[in-house]
């Protein structure tokens, strides 16, 4: 086999974007319904993730599933970039006479966790408010208990029915930017930034180093380097290290939906920070709801992360600069 070629950063960052562009393309409308079924609380307007996305195409059709993927694929090129690429950067840094031991790979994975908040906080910040719209807009239409109970009037033979109401006005990631810039300055768009760290450190951490080890079981090393491992290694290590990790962390990521979603629906609580966040879920909802959304979260992180393997594998980035080259 081939050995491990040491790509370079610009080789690194060309490969994260387009791992993370195709990525999302790929599971965009699951992480729509991760979010909805997370930030549910009182009315359940949706049981479960194939009940969500098949109202959701109901009532707003196909592209409905993808409210908010403008502004993740925006920015998702430069923070899957900076992710993989400080992990890699890192990686070799800590790495001495081409061996890193276990707590390198860790602590590898925790500097790339911490640098990509940068941009994942301002990101997901917007595309939850996004993505969140539509379960706000469907819980309207969903009678409480009480008004189910209620006598409604008695039928007229003259009056004719009731209009039906509008549906409220889409929100843009731009007019949201431009409201939390007024009201909130700067920091409204690093709302939530403390749990995004907590959430996105812990992950790294798993995630890096079990790569590393599942895509280096069977292969021999050539000296010093690592023989390279083929295709369908790195993809599956890549999904299966995705998964784990994200099932870790889904408490953490519950937790950052809840501090992060700003329009709240009716009977839902509104959060003073994690502490406040964490012992309103417990006492209201139980543990379980800290599992809101885990096999959402499975099923998109483990391709996500295994195309961005795959994509690491082939060389994309490499090919684009030797072209341009």
């Known amino acids: 086999m081939a050995e491990k070629k040491v790509s370079s950063l610009p080789a690194k960052l060309i490969n994260g974007g387009v791992a993370g562009l195709v990525g999302v393309t790929c599971v965009f409308p699951i992480d729509l319904a991760k979010t909805r079924l997370q930030n549910q609380q009182g009315i359940q307007v949706y049981k479960g993730m194939l009940d969500c996305l098949a109202k959701t195409v109901r009532s707003e059709g196909y592209f409905g599933c993808?409210?908010?993927?403008?502004?993740?694929?925006?920015?998702?090129?430069?923070?899957?970039?900076?992710?993989?690429?400080?992990?890699?950067?890192?990686?070799?840094?800590?790495?001495?006479?081409?061996?890193?031991?276990?707590?390198?790979e860790v602590l590898a994975g925790c500097g790339a966790g911490t640098c990509q908040v940068?941009?994942?906080?301002?990101?997901?910040?917007?595309?939850?408010?996004?993505?969140?719209?539509?379960?706000?807009?469907?819980?309207?239409?969903?009678?409480?208990?009480?008004?189910?109970?209620a006598p409604g009037p008695a039928p007229s033979l003259v009056a004719p029915p009731p209009a039906r109401p509008n549906p409220p006005p889409r929100t843009s990631a731009t007019s949201i930017t431009v409201d939390l810039l007024k009201t909130r300055g700067l920091a409204g768009l690093y709302r939530g930034a403390g749990a995004t760290l907590m959430r996105d450190v812990p992950f790294s951490m798993i995630y890096f180093p079990l790569f590393a080890n599942l895509n280096a079981l069977g292969q021999e090393k050539v000296g010093d380097v690592q023989a390279r491992a083929p295709f369908w290694q790195s993809f599956l290590a890549g999904c299966g290290a995705g998964s784990v990790a994200a099932v870790a962390?889904?408490?953490?990521?519950?937790?950052?939906?809840?501090?992060?979603?700003?329009?709240?629906?009716?009977?839902e609580d509104t959060y003073r920070g994690i502490v406040d966040c964490t012992r309103r879920i417990m006492m209201r909802e139980g543990p379980s709801a800290f599992?809101?959304?885990?096999?959402?979260?499975?099923?998109?992180?483990?391709?996500?992360?295994?195309?961005?393997?795959?994509?690491?594998?082939?060389?994309?980035?490499?090919?684009?600069?030797?072209?341009?080259?």
């Not at 400080?86 to 390198?104: C, E, I, T, Y």
């Not at 940068?118 to 239409?141: C, F, H, Y």
């Not at 889904?250 to 950052?256: E, G």
Request: glycine letters at 10%.
């Open 66 to 104: 993808y409210r908010g993927a403008a502004v993740n694929l925006t920015l998702v090129t430069p923070e899957k970039a900076i992710k993989l690429a400080a992990n890699d950067v890192f990686r070799q840094k800590l790495s001495k006479d081409g061996h890193l031991p276990l707590w390198g």
């Open 291 to 325: 599992l809101k959304g885990a096999t959402c979260r499975a099923l998109v992180i483990a391709p996500l992360f295994g195309i961005a393997q795959g994509v690491y594998f082939l060389g994309v980035g490499e090919t684009v600069l030797g072209l341009l080259g």
């Open 249 to 267: 962390v889904t408490p953490l990521d519950v937790i950052k939906t809840r501090l992060q979603t700003l329009q709240k629906g009716e009977g």
């Open 118 to 149: 940068v941009v994942t906080t301002p990101m997901e910040m917007l595309k939850i408010q996004l993505q969140d719209a539509g379960r706000l807009a469907a819980q309207r239409s969903v009678p409480t208990p009480a008004q189910a109970a």
